[in-house]
């Protein structure tokens, strides 16, 4: 393996990762909620009564904050090299897949890994095997 050091970030990435662990924390200490994005949305799709406002805000969060970031004058040009069909598919996929793991990388992976959920545990060691397992096939197998 070979570390492209001149990409290689991993001051930003560790602030990112504590930046994420801390709003996690304070969103289960202040609503006694997990931050896991497919069951905030989720939430939407059937909604409860009162129960519709934090999840409208948190989801606006997501979208607006990268705006935010860019009116900073640092944006971020993200190369993607799929077309939209592989794009597409992989979002279906994913979705698919939060609904068969009963959530998804940020319930399972960020909030529940560190409440020692053993469910959690579990789905995101699947979620890890898959992934390597589908970079594997695409990249060494189908040479995409």
Do not use: K
């Not at 994005?37 to 059937?46: D, H, K």
């Not at 959920?117 to 995409?144: D, E, I």
């Amino acid at each position: 393996m070979n570390i492209d050091w001149t990409v290689f970030t991993p001051w930003s990435a560790l602030g990112g990762g504590v930046l994420i662990g801390l709003a996690a924390a304070v969103f289960l200490l202040v609503n006694g909620r997990i931050a896991g994005i497919s069951g905030v949305l989720g939430g939407l799709l059937q909604p409860r009564s009162g129960d519709v406002g934090w999840r409208l805000a948190f989801l606006i969060g997501l979208l607006v904050t990268p705006l935010l970031f860019m009116l900073a004058g640092r944006p971020q040009v993200v190369p993607i090299e799929s077309g939209y069909g592989a794009l597409i598919l992989a979002g279906l996929l994913v979705g698919l897949g939060t609904r068969l793991g009963s959530g998804c990388t940020s319930g399972h992976g960020v909030c529940g890994i560190s409440r020692l959920s053993p469910r959690s545990l579990v789905a995101t060691a699947l979620f890890m095997l898959a992934g390597f397992a589908t970079t594997f096939v695409v990249r060494h197998l189908l040479g995409l």
